[in-house]
């Protein structure tokens, strides 16, 4: 038994090999990079490097727009799906939402920005329309694609149908007799929501969440398409930094994309301990 | 259009409560459904205005009619054509690498590493919180030309290398698709049976478990296939002819042009995910077929 | 007074007729079992009776007060599904408080509350066990006592039993009937299963396409069946077809034999539909060969033919009669009283 696994492990190798090299081991790399001095040895500089204040307002500012686009995307994704799953929409409809959602959660990217400049952009359809036929012109009125709110309504593109094609299996899973059970319990619709179905849904949103917010966070080409390098987000920053060394300090390169690891990472760590006192429940 | 037909069916319901002689004890059904309507209304124009707004732009070019200029523009452009044909090569490479590295990874896993698989999915399921922009970052300076692989010193290597990222980037959605296609049949017993016949791994792997796992490999590989045609990041900071970097040039030099590329970037995304959705449906007709 | 009444209950999913003109009257503290096979419309009937389901037209009443048109939550009903239908994220006393704590019962109350209906159960000691940690059985136990704590004014059982094991099945339907008297709660119980039905009924609804065929006491049921699909339902039934010789002393031709029933019948041909243990082993009669024994304890299985008709019949395990051998040629004898007979097209 214990012969035939020592060999066993043998099936995975090239796998193993594939993760190592292209995926764990440039990311170590940065990683210690980011702990280097250019001569070789270890200081904390770059990573005190990031403390400043324009690298450190690119950092709130990413990271403020990628939880703001991914609460929305939560929020906005599971009302369609909840609609789509439970609110007595006809059925025939899923199938051209759920195609829908495939499609839109991949269009990303340069086309994506193309697409929301020629809606709302200076002179997008939508702006157009607003300021011809009902007199509103969102410019005026401080609105601009270039900037927080623009940058997280494009990016609701693909968060919203990422969020559907997520948490519609999980819908699907609520089982109708525990609505049923709640209902002839006394229990009100309200009610359900809040003791049964959100609670057992409680670790996907989390999940979800985590996921669309490591999504936006990393996203470059969107925000670059979109606002070229006016919006010092860090991915774009770091995009700069390997480009064309703006910082004027390559290591500093290494400690932003550390950085970027952090953010991602802690927020998986926060899911993953919210999930396990979530699921207590669970097996 | 779908608010007339939702006010339309309220009608016809209410003409049937008005036959049963009064109200449905769940009158909660009516209120939930009007709210229904509203999510996906207002989820439905927040989609469809910036498709019609890029379609419309698109025609723009000339002044003061529609035309198709702006696509012929397009097309037309001998860099449009390279760099599309550079990515459609790069996406077929990265499918086939793709599979032969995954299939037969999780297909192991099943049969003989059940204990591995946790440590398998996490490392598939890396690149999802990795950035890939930290993760080329990497490439860049781990295989640069003083290096132990010096892959980014010549142009091939520099397109392996993408190629590569291309597949790590495409790896959290083909190890699940294909992992769950593989859920579905018994490998085990499958294997076991195919052995006792005396069939070699290559023809239990290419005539067993391929064909059965057929709709997942292509789910995947439609997938990998939309991603990868408009992929920026990497193959910007690699310098390779890619479309995605096309693209951005393009949308920083021209007004109307990228317009229309994005009608098009649309098309092929919803040509991959349409594919995507009838192999799922015909495998899954198939199977229930037998 | 009969406390629940429904009265004319008709459901029609589009143009399908679920249930048609349903009556049914169950007394305060009755134990009622819809019996039928899947498609039949007991559950759309318990459905309706829960508020999950208005019915087409038709009226619900319970204590007097018409129900019809009621939310299922303004019913004060408790159901019991097939499935358990535990709340996985709470635990066993947290369920079992639920429907408390929805009408706003202060937890000093509803704590006591939520012990009693442990103890009733047999299950004291698992209330801080969640749903998964529990078997079947125990699981359902659960979802009894989840029903019963709001003290409803009903009970309403779905199929309850029907995902258990054989064992579990009996000793848990011996508890419900136990806990129903007990409270002495008016019941509904949903089942396929004319076994269940039997034992713990006080009355049972026998339904087949959307109608009650017959609404009885279940030894009625079974003994004066009042149509030829509960007959055919409830029990073995075995078919015979015979021709009458003298239609005035019932002399009669079975296969290859005659008999005498001693009662006037039908002239020509005849359909006898007797239980299994209407026959008995004799030294004359009707001459049939066996073809099966089935030993089960106190009884013995038999299966015979006649001719090319097959019947069975049980014996009991150490009776007078030697247990006949597979193969061997016998003859049995019918006790009139017992049969069903219909004229044959």
Same mark, same amino acid.
């Given at each position: ?283 | ?290 | ?45 318990? !459905? ?22 009621? !939310? ?56 801080? !066990? ?216």
């Amino acid at each position: 038994m214990s012969q035939k696994f020592g060999w066993n492990w043998l099936g995975v190798v090239p796998f193993l090999a594939f993760a190592l090299l292209f995926l764990m081991l440039p990311t170590m790399n940065i990683v210690i990079g980011a702990f280097r001095t250019p001569g070789g040895g270890f200081t904390l500089a770059n990573v005190q490097g990031l403390f400043s204040p324009r690298i450190m307002s690119s950092f709130i500012l990413s990271i403020q727009i990628s939880a703001a686009s991914a609460l929305l995307g939560c929020l906005i994704g599971f009302a369609i799906a909840a609609a789509m799953v439970h609110g007595g929409l006809p059925k025939w409809l899923r199938g051209p939402i759920t195609t829908f959602s495939g499609v839109a959660s991949n269009f990303a990217g340069v086309p994506l920005a193309f697409a929301f400049i020629a809606t709302l952009g200076r002179v997008g359809l939508v702006t157009m329309l607003l300021r011809d036929w009902f007199g509103i012109n969102i410019y005026a009125m401080g609105f601009n694609l270039l900037s927080f709110w623009g940058l997280t309504l494009t990016y609701l593109f693909f968060q919203i149908p990422l969020m559907v094609l997520i948490i519609t299996p999980a819908l699907d899973g609520l089982k109708k007799e525990w609505r049923e059970a709640a209902e002839v319990l006394g229990a009100s619709g309200w009610q359900y929501w809040r003791m049964v179905a959100l609670p057992v849904l409680f670790p996907s949103l989390l999940g979800t969440f985590a996921l669309l917010f490591a999504n936006s966070f990393g996203a470059i080409a969107t925000a670059y398409a979109l606002t070229g390098s006016t919006l010092s987000i860090v991915p774009i920053m770091l995009y700069a930094q390997i480009r064309g060394d703006v910082l004027q300090d390559p290591h500093l390169g290494y400690a932003m994309a550390f950085g970027m690891i952090v953010v991602t990472g802690a927020a998986n760590l926060v899911y993953i301990i919210l999930r396990t006192r979530a699921e207590r429940w669970m097996r | 259009m779908s608010f007339l037909l939702s006010t339309l069916r309220r009608r016809l319901s209410l003409k049937r409560l008005q036959r049963r002689g009064g109200p449905r004890p769940k009158s909660g059904n009516g209120f939930r459904r009007f709210w229904s309507w509203t999510a996906l209304i207002v989820g439905g124009l927040y989609f469809f205005l910036p498709l019609i707004g890029t379609l419309e732009f698109s025609l723009r070019m000339r002044r003061g009619e529609y035309s198709l200029d702006a696509y012929r523009s397009v097309l037309e452009d001998p860099r449009f054509q390279q760099t599309l044909g550079y990515s459609v090569i790069m996406a077929l490479a990265t499918i086939v690498v793709g599979i032969l590295i995954v299939v037969p990874t999780a297909y192991w896993v099943r049969l003989r590493l059940p204990r591995w698989r946790p440590v398998i999915e996490f490392i598939t399921l890396l690149p999802l919180v990795i950035p890939a922009i930290v993760v080329v970052f990497g490439y860049i300076r781990l295989f640069n030309t003083s290096s132990f692989l010096p892959m980014t010193g010549t142009t091939m290597g520099t397109n392996i290398l993408l190629m590569f990222g291309y597949v790590m980037l495409a790896l959290p959605y083909t190890y699940r698709a294909v992992d769950t296609g593989l859920s579905t049949i018994d490998v085990r017993s499958l294997t076991e049976a195919a052995q006792s016949l005396g069939a070699s791994w290559v023809t239990i792997i290419g005539r067993l478990i391929l064909p059965n796992v057929f709709g997942a490999v292509m789910s995947g590989a439609f997938l990998s296939f939309a991603i990868v045609i408009g992929e920026f990041t990497m193959a910007s900071l690699l310098n390779r002819p890619a479309f995605g970097p096309y693209m951005q040039i393009l949308g920083a030099n021209r007004a109307y042009e990228p317009a229309a590329l994005a009608v098009i970037a649309f098309a092929i995304t919803w040509a991959c995910m349409g594919l995507l959705s009838l192999v799922t449906r015909i495998t899954r007709v198939g199977r229930a077929g037998k | 007074m009969s406390f629940l009444e429904l009265q004319n209950l008709e459901k029609s999913f589009g143009d399908t007729r679920v249930v048609k003109d349903f009556n049914l009257n169950v007394a305060k503290g009755e134990f009622i079992s819809l019996l039928g096979p899947s498609g039949c419309g007991k559950t759309t009937v318990l !459905r309706m009776v829960a508020g999950f389901e208005a019915p087409t037209s038709g009226r619900i009443s319970v204590d007097g007060k018409d129900i019809t048109r009621l !939310r299922a939550n303004q019913r004060n009903v408790g159901m019991v599904f097939q499935s358990y239908a535990l709340f996985p994220n709470l635990t066993v006393a947290q369920n079992v408080g639920f429907g408390l704590k929805v009408a706003g019962v202060p937890k000093s109350e509803r704590n006591p509350r939520i012990a009693d209906m442990l103890a009733l159960i047999g299950l004291p000691d698992l209330g801080d !066990r969640y749903p998964w940690q529990l078997s079947g059985g125990q699981q359902q136990r659960v979802a009894l006592a989840r029903a019963l704590a709001p003290k409803p004014q009903m009970l309403l059982l779905d199929e309850p039993l029907s995902a258990l094991d054989a064992k579990v099945r009996v000793s848990l339907r011996n508890q419900i009937r136990e806990i129903q008297q007990q409270l002495g709660i008016t019941t509904i119980f949903v089942t396929h299963d004319q076994e269940e039905a039997m034992a713990i009924s006080d009355r049972i609804v026998v339904m087949h396409q959307g109608v009650a065929d017959q609404i009885a006491a279940p030894q009625d049921i079974y003994n004066r069946p009042s149509t030829e699909f509960v007959a055919g339902f409830v029990g073995t039934l075995n078919r015979l077809t015979a021709d009458v010789l003298d239609p005035e002393t019932g002399h009669i031709r079975i296969g290859g034999s005659e008999i005498t029933l001693g009662q006037p019948l039908p002239a020509g041909r005849v359909t006898l539909s007797a239980r299994p243990e209407a026959f008995r082993l004799a030294a004359t009669g009707i001459a049939a060969q066996v073809t099966k024994v089935e030993f089960l304890g106190a009884l013995i299985s038999v299966a015979a033919q006649i001719d090319d008709t097959p019947v069975s019949f049980v014996l009991f395990n150490g009776g007078d009669d030697p247990v006949p051998e597979p193969g061997s040629r016998i003859h049995l004898q019918i006790a009139p009283s017992r049969l069903l007979i219909k004229q044959a097209a």
